[in-house]
């Protein structure tokens, strides 16, 4: 369903700020985990913080991209704010280190859901001429609540208690699922929900319409898992005390870019851009392993940024270019399961590899550089001629 009215309207604004919030409940506690999941003596784990989070989200893509086409929108933001809020509150029941990755792994159904939906929702209400202009002004409200969660996640922790932490995490997940209530569905022909919807078919898990995003999508996000899992640890060994510094320096420059970038991509086309965001990612990366120092962090983080803040919204309105109308569910999970897969990938390896030995952060890095080159390779030779 097409509704065609001007982009700032409250159904928007509401989605946009029920993203900000749930963004910054679950990425409050990424910068803190690390050193918790330590202090459990489960230091050698780590690579599986971010690893079990995305597995799960990636599972569910297909079952939240369905039911997003069958049921509704708004249902299914619903569900992965829920889950948030819930995984929250049981943080601080679970003090184990397997009732901790249990948790990690169920948490990853939140983000499973709830960016699907919102992404089918934003194109639904937006007109395609605009789509790259309007994801990006989602995506600005999306890496506000991942420059905010972690900042204040770090100085939660520091001046008060990592259980603290977890409620505040839980009442942000919390105010999101109340912005929802007032917002209208878009979808108009619904099926009522019935367990038959989780029967899914291999064409439910995969749009290969969209298969060309997907691919950039995931070799562009393994460096994402890596630095979700290392930038903590590196952080520290740079004598900084706020964990949470990097992540807020690299979302406030992705911010800077995100809007225009969208509007840019609306008019030259999104493989241009896509190309300058992974030349510009290449860079953050070579940037954050050569130099070993809080300015050359700083600086990585930034350009890190401003790599995210193109790459992000050209991505999105790429796979809905690909997509069909009737099955935006479907080409947003698609490129979901790709991101996530990259995220978790990403992390697995980087966790495993440097296994608490700093010396081998900058060598991962480096390989992270090299992999997105091969995004960059596969984008050049492919779409040589586009535009």
């Given at each position: 369903?097409?509704?065609?009215?001007?982009?700032?309207?409250?159904?928007?604004?509401?989605?946009?700020?029920s993203?900000?919030?749930?963004?910054?409940?679950?990425?409050?506690?990424?910068p803190?985990?690390?050193a918790?999941?330590s202090?459990m003596?489960?230091?050698?784990?780590?690579?599986?913080?971010?690893?079990l989070?995305t597995?799960?989200?990636?599972?569910?893509?297909?079952?939240?991209?369905k039911?997003?086409?069958?049921?509704?929108?708004?249902?299914?933001?619903?569900?992965?704010?829920?889950?948030?809020?819930?995984?929250?509150?049981?943080?601080?029941?679970?003090?184990t280190?397997?009732?901790?990755?249990?948790?990690?792994?169920?948490?990853?159904?939140?983000?499973?859901?709830?960016?699907?939906?919102t992404?089918?929702y934003?194109?639904?209400?937006?007109?395609?001429?605009?789509w790259?202009?309007?994801?990006?002004?989602?995506?600005?409200?999306?890496?506000?609540?991942?420059?905010?969660?972690?900042?204040?996640?770090?100085?939660?922790?520091?001046?008060?208690?990592?259980n603290?932490?977890?409620?505040?995490?839980?009442?942000?997940?919390?105010?999101?699922?109340?912005?929802?209530?007032?917002?209208?569905?878009?979808?108009s022909?619904?099926?009522?929900?019935?367990?038959?919807?989780?029967?899914?078919?291999?064409?439910?898990?995969?749009?290969?319409?969209?298969?060309?995003?997907?691919?950039?999508?995931f070799?562009s996000?393994?460096?994402y898992g890596?630095?979700?899992?290392?930038i903590?640890?590196w952080?520290?060994?740079?004598?900084?005390?706020?964990?949470?510094i990097?992540f807020?320096?690299?979302?406030?420059?992705?911010?800077?870019?995100?809007?225009?970038?969208?509007?840019?991509?609306?008019?030259?086309?999104?493989?241009?851009?896509?190309?300058?965001?992974?030349?510009?990612?290449?860079?953050?990366?070579?940037?954050?392993?050569f130099?070993?120092?809080?300015?050359?962090?700083f600086?990585?983080?930034f350009?890190?940024?401003?790599?995210?803040?193109?790459?992000?919204?050209?991505?999105?309105?790429?796979?809905?270019?690909f997509?069909?109308?009737?099955?935006?569910?479907?080409?947003?999970?698609?490129?979901?399961?790709?991101?996530?897969?990259?995220?978790?990938g990403?992390?697995?390896?980087a966790?495993?590899?440097?296994?608490?030995?700093?010396?081998?952060?900058?060598?991962?890095?480096?390989?992270?550089?090299?992999?997105?080159?091969g995004?960059?390779?596969?984008?050049?030779?492919?779409f040589?001629?586009?535009?």
């Open positions: 369903m097409k509704i065609n009215h001007p982009i700032y309207n409250l159904q928007f604004m509401l989605v946009c700020l993203s900000l919030l749930f963004s910054a409940s679950f990425n409050m506690l990424i803190e985990l690390p918790y999941l202090s003596g489960g230091a050698e784990y780590k690579g599986l913080i971010i690893a989070f597995i799960t989200a990636g599972i569910s893509r297909p079952f939240s991209g039911l997003t086409d069958k049921i509704g929108r708004v249902p299914i933001m619903a569900v992965g704010s829920i889950v948030c809020f819930v995984c929250s509150l049981l943080y601080p029941l679970l003090t280190v397997s009732g901790f990755l249990f948790l990690r792994l169920l948490h990853g159904f939140s983000t499973g859901f709830k960016p699907t939906a992404a089918a934003v194109a639904d209400i937006v007109p395609k001429e605009r790259g202009e309007a994801l990006g002004l989602h995506g600005i409200c999306f890496s506000t609540g991942m420059a905010i969660g972690p900042a204040i996640g770090s100085t939660i922790t520091m001046y008060t208690s990592i603290f932490l977890f409620y505040t995490s839980a009442l942000f997940a919390l105010l999101s699922i109340g912005i929802l209530l007032n917002m209208k569905e878009t979808l022909k619904k099926e009522k929900f019935s367990f038959s919807l989780f029967r899914i078919k291999g064409q439910d898990i995969f749009d290969m319409g969209v298969l060309p995003a997907a691919i950039v999508t070799l996000y393994i460096a890596v630095i979700l899992t290392l903590p640890d952080t520290e060994h740079l004598e900084l005390e706020n964990k949470g990097f807020m320096i690299f979302t406030i420059s992705s911010l800077l870019v995100r809007f225009v970038a969208g509007k840019v991509s609306d008019k030259y086309g999104r493989v241009p851009i896509i190309n300058i965001g992974l030349v510009l990612l290449i860079t953050s990366l070579f940037v954050i392993g130099y070993e120092t809080q300015q050359g962090l600086v990585g983080a350009i890190y940024g401003i790599s995210l803040g193109v790459l992000s919204p050209a991505l999105n309105a790429w796979t809905i270019d997509s069909k109308p009737d099955q935006r569910g479907r080409a947003v999970s698609t490129m979901y399961i790709a991101l996530e897969a990259g995220i978790g990403g992390a697995f390896v966790g495993w590899y440097f296994h608490d030995v700093i010396e081998n952060i900058p060598t991962i890095m480096y390989g992270s550089a090299i992999i997105v080159m995004s960059l390779f596969y984008m050049v030779v492919k040589r001629s586009k535009s």
